[in-house]
């Protein structure tokens, strides 16, 4: 869901540094030289910061357990605050700033093969409905006469493919680097915890009754 990014905001009101990985690139391999490489590039060491904020999710779970144990990590060692956004709020961010915000507006994200992760809010990024992760068969009915649009990575193949009829607006918008700078000082570090937001578990179970033998069977 989106690129690997990071951002630095040096001052409040000046231009954002950024940096990206490849479309495609690892995150695991990449995103500690990402940082390093921005950190260095402004001439700042990390106890310098005033704060360090990640997405907390929902998206891929091995993206989200290596962006927070990152900046956990970094956290402590530079004795800095960690706090963290979910994408969903992330991206309700990107979507206000883009243009006028209905009362209602829906967020559609991929959570898979076949399903997606929802939400709908209202202006303020004030969430009307939990996240939830839903078959794309039943996302219609989840956006249908209660949002006025959709946005978000999932919405524009929600709509090609027929499963919602909602307006479709901003289908480009992620989560980023760039947008969560912008919330970062309005995060409150003993409410905006820095922990992997999931919304289901993992796809992957531990096998049971030892279908596939075991090295010291």
């Known amino acids: 869901m989106g690129r690997t990014s990071a951002a630095l905001a040096i001052e409040p009101g000046a231009p954002l540094l950024v940096r990206r990985l490849p479309e495609g690139a690892q995150q695991a391999e990449g995103l500690i030289p990402l940082i390093r490489d921005l950190m260095a590039g402004a001439g700042i060491d990390f106890a310098s910061l005033d704060r360090i904020a990640v997405s907390t999710g929902p998206g891929g779970f091995s993206g989200i357990r290596t962006g927070v144990a990152a900046a956990r990590g970094i956290g402590l060692a530079a004795g800095v605050p960690v706090v963290g956004a979910t994408s969903f709020q992330i991206m309700a961010a990107a979507f206000e700033k883009d243009g006028p915000v209905p009362e209602a507006y829906g967020i559609a994200a991929p959570a898979g093969l076949s399903a997606v992760f929802c939400q709908i809010l209202a202006p303020g ?20 006469g209660r949002a006025r649009v959709i946005a978000g990575p999932a919405a524009g193949p929600l709509s090609e493919a027929g499963y919602v009829s909602v307006p479709v607006r901003g289908a480009g918008i992620a989560p980023d680097a760039e947008t969560l700078a912008g919330l ?24 049971t009754g030892h279908l596939i033998p075991r090295k010291d069977d």
Request: hydrophobic share 35%; proline share 16%; charged share 25%.
């Open 184 to 207: 970062a000082p309005e995060l409150d570090p003993r409410r905006d915890l820095p922990s992997p937001y999931y919304v289901r578990p993992a796809d992957a179970r531990p096998q």
């Open 125 to 144: 990024r004030t969430g009307l409905t939990e996240i939830l992760a839903l078959p794309h068969s039943e996302a219609g009915a989840f956006f249908e």
